[in-house]
Each structure stands twice: as structure tokens, then as C-alpha cells.
């Protein structure tokens, strides 16, 4: 079955500072998609990858797709409190169609320190 | 749109006790999921529906869980006869056909005592 490994699992950083996050999937990709939850609350959609090389950005985060389509990276620039929380990676696998079931890493926990 | 809802947001049950869980999608979404997270991990999916269809389930669902979305319109996940390795967060998500992203809730968390 398809593994997802996040890393970190879990990150401090200064405001101010940029960070990244890395997703890792055992096999090919289809979607790689990137998430975020607050503690106890549900997942916000940020940016859904597809394509080898692809990437995407929104406000100050970036989001890659490598050429193998099995590694993401996450790229936070100059961050803030509010980018506090749990990132996760959730993928569908290359032989599965649009709107299957993700399969999840375990997330990276972001504290950003004032 | 409003957004997927679930109700409730916290529920508090003794073991051996049924509950049941509501998800409402956003409005045109065919596709319905169901997730479970528990604590320290990310989710893990459970089953899936097209409209009124239930296309998947994992084997993660034991014949203790049902869910059905009979009008293809709001979905219901019950639990029954609980344990206390059925806490954890249940997470809704809702996808429309042309696009594959899902959208989640703010989920229901459940604590067996």
C-alpha cells in the first residue's frame, strides 16, 4: 500500500524565518495535495499538485511537485503566527482517477514563535 | 457555498453505547467521504459515496459501522455498540464531480468512555 512520510514531524521557528516541509511517497502520484488543520479542528485545502514539476504558490506559501511525482515539498517564506498549526500531505496514486480516496502522512506540527 | 458541516462537533459516549454522526456537504457535491484521525496521526479513510452510492469502504470499517447518504444529499455515519479504540476525529469531506479536491469539515470528535 502507498505510504506518505512527512518531514519534520514537527518544527519551531521564529518569526520572520522561512521554512520548508518535505512529503515523500513510496510510489508514483497522480494528486499530491497540501493541507492545514488547526489543533482539533478540521483540514483547510492550501494547493493541489499534479503535474512533474509543478509548482504553486499563495501568499507566502510555495508548494512543489518533483519530475517523478513522488516527492513535495512545502516552502513557507518570512513566517508567521498564523501559519501555526499541523501541515498535512494527502495523495491519490498514479492508476486511481480524480476524486479517490487520499491517503494522508502523519503531518509536520508548525509552532511559530513571536 | 457554506461550507461542509458536521453535527455533532463533540460527542461523549460510554462503551458499548451506538452514536451517530451527520454530515452535511457543500451544495452539488457528488462525492461524500468519510475519515477517521486519531490523535497524532493524519486521517485515514473510511468509505466514499457517489450521490447515493457507496462506492468503498475500508477495512478499517467493521460491521459495527454504517453509513448511508440516502438521498445523495447529507450523509450519516453511526457506530454502534462503541469501544473505546473508536475515539478519535471523524472527519467529513465533500468533492464536486469536475474537480478532485475535497473539502472536510470541522469533524466530530468522539470520546469513549
Known amino acids: 500500500s502507498q505510504e506518505l512520510e512527512q518531514s519534520p514531524q514537527s518544527l519551531i521557528v521564529q518569526e520572520g524565518k522561512n521554512l520548508t516541509i518535505n512529503c515523500t511517497s513510496s510510489k508514483t502520484l497522480y494528486g499530491l495535495y497540501w493541507y492545514k488543520q488547526k489543533y482539533g479542528e478540521g483540514l483547510i485545502f492550501l494547493m493541489m499538485l499534479q503535474k512533474g514539476g509543478e509548482e504553486k504558490s499563495h501568499e507566502k506559501i510555495t508548494a512543489k511537485l518533483d519530475e517523478k511525482k513522488q516527492q513535495s515539498s512545502l516552502h513557507i517564506t518570512a513566517s508567521q503566527p498564523s501559519h501555526a498549526g499541523i501541515y498535512l500531505c494527502g495523495a491519490v496514486p498514479l492508476g486511481k482517477s480524480s476524486g479517490d480516496k487520499l491517503t494522508f502522512g502523519t503531518g509536520t506540527r508548525l509552532a511559530v514563535r513571536p | 457555498d457554506t461550507g461542509v458541516s458536521q453535527d455533532p462537533r463533540h460527542k461523549i459516549t460510554k462503551r458499548g453505547q451506538n452514536v451517530t454522526f451527520r454530515c452535511d456537504p457543500i451544495?452539488?457535491?457528488?462525492?461524500l467521504y468519510w475519515y477517521r484521525q486519531t490523535l497524532g496521526q493524519g486521517p485515514e479513510f473510511l468509505t466514499y459515496f457517489q450521490n447515493e452510492a457507496q462506492l468503498e469502504k475500508s477495512r478499517l470499517l467493521s460491521d459495527r459501522f454504517s453509513a448511508e447518504r440516502p438521498k445523495g444529499s447529507f450523509s450519516t455515519l453511526e457506530i454502534q455498540r462503541t469501544e473505546q479504540g473508536d475515539s478519535a476525529m471523524y472527519l467529513c469531506?465533500?468533492?464536486?464531480?469536475?474537480?478532485?479536491?475535497?473539502?472536510f469539515g470541522p469533524g466530530t470528535r468522539l470520546t469513549v468512555l
Open positions: 469531506a465533500s468533492s464536486p464531480k469536475i474537480t478532485d479536491t475535497q473539502y
Open positions: 451544495s452539488e457535491h457528488n462525492r
